[in-house]
């Protein structure tokens, strides 16, 4: 069934072009015109502009969607080139939702393009979502992917859902109102802080979000349409070097804080909070852990500039190492990290770095439990770096 009523078809016909221009779908039996004006009269807010956004937002266009919504303040980079086709090389440094905006409306004018240049957070959800009638996530972070799927399941909205990571993706439909689960009962807790690297650390094949965003905008096509079935209820992998797909049964879980038939959660909650961990509470038998010493970039650059004595220690993969590097620094591998520790001075000034902190965060504490004193985390790593200090470092 059709996630568009019969109510919203009033009044919305095809004009001459836009039988030609469809002509390939009108002779669907699956799709034809009534399913060309559900298309017409839909409404799909993509959360994310980038790698998985891209590819989706191209095809919802070329669809003929009615009303296609993007959410993402970030502006163009050239690290972005690589994946998100929606941008050129003329467009580095520019707003992702005007470029993008630009893009769609090339390739379909009659549809009308809803940007908003901001980031989904829990003020803004609510009201970003209201008009749309399914939400294609194409972000890359814990915190919006949790946000995202509980303003879906709040206004009852089908979440697509799709992550990528290095050669790898996976993607699903999140609907509990169409009774399937939420993004919750198949991940209920996030991971710890640093334990998934983004594509920035890990490194992602340029390709898959491709691939993993088209399946998404396939489904959003599906549930329009009313065709075929769904990957509400089932989670698909895909592995790009052995080019195979799995298949995974999902179940609602009957605890759920969200979707279950006794929820605890109403509205949208403090998501950093939630995706940075638990606090430490005096009556469990054990505590979070405590946050290492940091040290901002710019604070690195006043010392160096002073000439304190200080060691910098990268603690990124020797491939990173490569791409960028800060002068100065010596290259340790977190993974080898332990087997060089007598190697590093017991007096002066430690700051780790990694490429946006997490990796060199751990590294910190174990230097920390392994008795070194004046150890610092460099907040934001390399990454923050390159953008508040040295442009010439490249981003990657």
């Known amino acids: 069934m059709s996630i568009i009523s019969e109510e919203r078809l009033a009044g919305i016909a095809l004009s001459r072009e836009e039988l030609a221009r469809y002509s390939r779908h009108l002779i669907l039996p699956e799709v034809n015109i009534d399913g060309q004006r559900r298309l017409k009269a839909a409404r799909a807010l993509c959360i994310g502009a980038g790698g998985l956004g891209s590819p989706a937002a191209l095809y919802l266009a070329a669809a003929g969607i009615g009303t296609l919504g993007l959410v993402d303040a970030d502006r163009v980079d050239a690290s972005n080139l690589q994946r998100q086709i929606l941008y050129g090389t003329g467009d580095v440094g520019k707003p992702k939702v005007e470029q993008a905006s630009s893009r769609l409306r090339d390739s379909n004018p009659d549809i009308e393009i809803v940007r908003h240049d901001a980031r989904l957070t829990s003020a803004n959800a609510t009201e970003i979502v209201a008009p749309y009638d399914v939400v294609i996530d194409g972000s890359d972070n814990f915190p919006t992917r949790y946000l995202s799927n509980d303003v879906c399941v709040f206004a009852r909205k089908p979440n697509i859902y799709g992550s990528v990571f290095r050669f790898e993706g996976q993607a699903s439909v999140f609907a509990p109102h169409l009774g399937g689960p939420c993004y919750r009962c198949l991940f209920p807790e996030p991971p710890p802080p640093g334990a998934a690297p983004s594509c920035a650390e890990a490194g992602v094949l340029g390709v898959l979000p491709g691939i993993i965003g088209l399946i998404q905008a396939t489904e959003a096509l599906k549930l329009i349409l009313g065709a075929g079935e769904t990957l509400a209820g089932r989670l698909l992998h895909f592995d790009a070097l052995k080019m195979k797909f799995r298949e995974f049964n999902l179940r609602?879980?009957?605890?759920?804080?969200?979707?279950?038939?006794?929820?605890?959660?109403?509205?949208?909650?403090?998501?950093?909070?939630?995706?940075?961990?638990?606090?430490?509470?005096?009556?469990?038998?054990?505590?979070?852990?405590?946050?290492?010493?940091?040290?901002?970039?710019?604070?690195?650059?006043?010392?160096?500039?002073?000439?304190?004595?200080?060691?910098?220690?990268?603690?990124?993969?020797?491939?990173?190492?490569?791409?960028?590097?800060?002068?100065?620094?010596?290259?340790?591998?977190?993974?080898?990290?332990?087997?060089?520790?007598?190697?590093?001075?017991?007096?002066?000034?430690?700051?780790?770095?990694?490429?946006?902190?997490?990796?060199?965060?751990?590294?910190?504490?174990?230097?920390?439990?392994?008795?070194?004193?004046?150890?610092?985390?460099?907040?934001?790593?390399?990454?923050?770096?390159?953008?508040?200090?040295?442009?010439?470092?490249?981003?990657?």
């Not at 605890?255 to 109403?266: G, H, K, L, N, T």
């Not at 993974?335 to 902190?357: A, I, K, M, N, W």
């Not at 200090?389 to 490249?394: K, M, N």
């Open 252 to 396: 609602r879980d009957p605890a759920c804080p969200v979707c279950s038939d006794a929820p605890s959660i109403f509205a949208p909650i403090d998501y950093e909070q939630f995706c940075a961990g638990p606090a430490a509470d005096d009556d469990d038998w054990f505590a979070a852990p405590e946050s290492v010493p940091a040290i901002s970039v710019r604070e690195l650059k006043s010392r160096l500039d002073n000439k304190e004595t200080l060691t910098l220690i990268d603690v990124r993969e020797p491939y990173e190492y490569e791409i960028a590097r800060i002068d100065g620094s010596r290259l340790i591998p977190l993974g080898e990290l332990e087997t060089h520790v007598s190697e590093l001075p017991r007096t002066g000034t430690l700051v780790l770095h990694c490429h946006s902190g997490g990796r060199s965060e751990h590294a910190t504490r174990l230097l920390h439990e392994a008795g070194f004193e004046n150890v610092y985390n460099l907040e934001g790593g390399i990454d923050a770096w390159s953008v508040e200090i040295d442009p010439a470092v490249p981003r990657y």
